[in-house]
Each structure stands twice: as structure tokens, then as C-alpha cells.
């Protein structure tokens, strides 16, 4: 099954912009990857799923247009622009694997985004 | 609005089982076009899926688990249930249930608020 890497963290100031990667093992370059935002105490919410085309489907309930997907080779980003408070959290990459009886969900260790 | 609500002992002994119930309210577990998942936290970790379940009965778990899992649905009280078996302290974690969807659109979405389980003497 393809292994997703994130960077453990990440920073930006108020107002600006940041883009997080989560990176898809060799092999996999056709998977598309889900994002989820985590607030701090919270369960994960879904954010969008993001293919080499672009966003796939829908963004999730209340995600704001400020933020967009890109996927290119084995790389899926997530990009917030204006960062807000409110965009404080660990934002995790998932991505599902298999048909049947070899269903498989992994998931990425996270990226705790700092708001400065 | 769809919503889950899990519920459970929030301390469990080392070699005991974990047993912890989603409630699934504003919709049906029965229908067709969903599964419905565990996944886990443990403390200052990445998630890791434990395994879904469809209304039928169908069930998928992580290989890694797999030995120790069982998760079991019950349409009549809307609820779905996981057990683990054997625990020990690397299983001490907040529990989260979600909701996937059959189609192509499988992710997970909407998730409950979580439960701390902690696995201690």
C-alpha cells in the first residue's frame, strides 16, 4: 500500500499564504490523497480530495475558498491563502488503497501549521 | 445533519478488551450508500484507520489490527461498535467513528468528536 509523508510542521504569518505537501510513495502517482483539517482538541474534518487533476468532487462543509488543492507527480498540496487564526491546526493527508477484501486507508503523520 | 457520537470506558486494563459504540443520529446506518469507520489517535500521533463496516455487515480491517479487531453494526439502535482485543498501552488513543461513502466520493466526512481511551493498570 503507498506510504504518505508529511513535514511534521509548518509556519506562516497572519495574512499570508503557505502551501503543506504530503507526499505519496514511489509507485503511487495516480492516487488521489484526502486533506482533513484538526483543530486543537478536536476530531478531523474534511477539507477536499485532490488527484493530479486538481480538487476531486466537492470541498468539505464550510471550507472557505481560501483554500485550494494541486497535485502533480507524487506530490498532493493543500494551499491556505490569507491565513487566518482559525487555520491553526494539524492537517492530515489520507488516501484509500485496494478493492474488497485488500481495502486499505492509510494516513500521513500530519502537519502542525503554526499561525505567527 | 448527519452526526456521530462515540461512547465507551475511557480506561482500560492492559490484556482486557476495548469496546466502544458510535451513535450515528440524523440518518440511517442502513443505508446503502455508506460506510462507517473507526479510526485512531494516539497522543501526539498521526490517524490510523482500525476498520469500516458496511450496513450489510461487510467488514474491512487494517491488516495490522486485524488479529484483535471486530467491528459489528446494529441497525436497530443505529449504532456501530468496535472491540480490540489484547490491549496494551500502545493501544491508549483517542477513538474517532466516520462516515464514508460507497461511491467514488469515499471520504471520511463526517467524523464524531473523539474519545480518550487510555489503557493502564
Known amino acids: 500500500q503507498p506510504v504518505l509523508t508529511q513535514p511534521p510542521s509548518a509556519s506562516a504569518s497572519l495574512g499570508a499564504s503557505v502551501t503543506l505537501t504530503c507526499t505519496l510513495s514511489?509507485?503511487?502517482?495516480?492516487?488521489?490523497v484526502d486533506w482533513y483539517q484538526q483543530r486543537p482538541g478536536k476530531g478531523p474534518r474534511f477539507v477536499m480530495r485532490?488527484?493530479?487533476?486538481?480538487?476531486?468532487?466537492s470541498k468539505g462543509d464550510g471550507i472557505p475558498d481560501r483554500f485550494s488543492v494541486l497535485g502533480s507527480g507524487l506530490n498532493r498540496y493543500l494551499t491556505i491563502k490569507n491565513i487566518q487564526e482559525e487555520d491553526e491546526s494539524d492537517y492530515h493527508c489520507?488516501?484509500?488503497?485496494?478493492?474488497?477484501?485488500?481495502?486499505?486507508?492509510?494516513f500521513g503523520g500530519g502537519t502542525k501549521l503554526t499561525v505567527l | 445533519q448527519l452526526q456521530l457520537q462515540e461512547s465507551g470506558p475511557g480506561l482500560v486494563k492492559p490484556s482486557e478488551t476495548l469496546s466502544l459504540t458510535c451513535t450515528v443520529s440524523?440518518?440511517?446506518?442502513?443505508?446503502?450508500?455508506?460506510?462507517w469507520g473507526w479510526i485512531r489517535q494516539p497522543p501526539g500521533k498521526g490517524l490510523e484507520w482500525i476498520g469500516s463496516?458496511?450496513?450489510?455487515?461487510?467488514?474491512y480491517y487494517n491488516p495490522s489490527l486485524k488479529s484483535r479487531v471486530t467491528i459489528s453494526v446494529d441497525t436497530s439502535k443505529n449504532q456501530f461498535s468496535l472491540k480490540l482485543s489484547s490491549v496494551t498501552a500502545a493501544d491508549t488513543a483517542v477513538y474517532y467513528c466516520?462516515?464514508?461513502?460507497?461511491?467514488?466520493?469515499?471520504?471520511?466526512?463526517?467524523w464524531g468528536q473523539g474519545t480518550l481511551v487510555t489503557v493502564s493498570s
Open positions: 466516520a462516515k464514508s461513502a460507497v461511491a467514488a466520493t469515499n471520504w471520511f466526512d463526517p
Open positions: 440524523g440518518g440511517s446506518i442502513s443505508s446503502s450508500s455508506y460506510y
Open positions: 463496516i458496511y450496513y450489510s455487515g461487510s467488514t
Open positions: 514511489s509507485g503511487y502517482s495516480n492516487y488521489k
Open positions: 485532490v488527484g493530479t487533476g486538481g480538487i476531486v468532487g
Open positions: 489520507g488516501a484509500d488503497h485496494g478493492s474488497g477484501s485488500n481495502f486499505f486507508v492509510v
